[in-house]
């Protein structure tokens, strides 16, 4: 089992101290980069089509969510069809969401990647941290395979898959 | 680019709840994968499922359904509460 701590630090004239602000304002993030899984790469040479180009951004840790979510431009631009459908809760009602192939990367983080999950399509890139955009939550579909410990009192996480 | 606002599963699911409770009698709690009107074939785990249907189908879309009497609901609520709006 890999074990990656995040730590949210902040630089002052001492040096790198935990913030326990930061942590609060961001969330548990880490980096994330999203592309289509390998069984469909390799459908895609056969075809003599692209593979397109992975996207990278931040990816949220969400224990809040029932299932792992991608964000929709994401998906479009990786151009995949949807491999299920159904209904999301949320304070309007129901809304239909398309569920998506993905594969996730955790670059500079010492976590397998996850070859392939079903997650919803919806629209989250435009909350972002330091300027880039969360494109993924993790949700207990993921979690469920995991060790996950939030220290908000010193600013860090632990997470290990 | 492919708009996949539209719901290109529309046969498929149609097909599927049509089929449901003959394909609960036989499959219950496994993967199904359906394509058009036809059953591909079942499958223990979803990724079993994906590959299979990949291979079958390249990257034209198919469906893939768990075969369970109720669908389990899904909530997210950070996204209707606004609580990954952030900004530092």
């Known amino acids: 089992m890999s074990v990656y701590n995040n730590l949210f630090l902040h630089t002052g004239p001492d040096g790198n101290k935990l913030n326990p602000e930061i942590l609060l304002m961001s969330g548990p993030i880490l980096s994330v980069e999203i592309s289509i899984p390998s069984a469909l790469a390799s459908a895609l040479t056969k075809e003599n089509k692209p593979t397109p180009n992975p996207t990278t951004g931040w990816a949220l840790i969400d224990t809040g969510a029932t299932r792992s979510c991608v964000d929709d431009d994401v998906i479009r631009k990786l ?12 304070s309007g ?6 569920f998506f192939p993905a594969h996730f990367r955790f670059p500079g983080v010492p976590l397998p990647e996850i070859e392939f999950t079903s997650a919803i399509g919806v629209n989250i890139s435009a909350q972002k941290v330091n300027n880039q955009p ?8 993921i979690l469920r395979s995991c060790v996950f410990i939030y220290n908000g009192t010193l600013g860090m996480y632990t997470l290990s898959i | 680019m492919q708009d996949i606002t539209k719901n290109v599963l529309k046969k498929e699911l149609k097909y599927y709840e049509k089929n449901k409770k003959e394909f609960l009698k036989t499959y219950k709690g496994q993967f199904v994968v359906i394509k058009d009107n036809k059953l591909i074939g079942s499958y223990t785990t979803e990724i079993e499922a994906y590959r299979a249907g990949v291979e079958g189908f390249g990257t034209a879309s198919f469906l893939i359904k768990r075969v369970v009497d109720q669908e389990p609901s899904v909530d997210i609520p950070a996204l209707t509460t606004g609580a990954i709006n952030v900004s530092l």
């Open chain 1, 93 to 98: 009602g129901k809304q239909s969401v398309n």
């Open chain 1, 134 to 141: 969360i494109i993924a939550l993790l949700g207990r579909d």
């Open chain 1, 79 to 90: 151009g995949v069809n949807p491999i299920g459908a159904g209904d999301i809760h949320n």
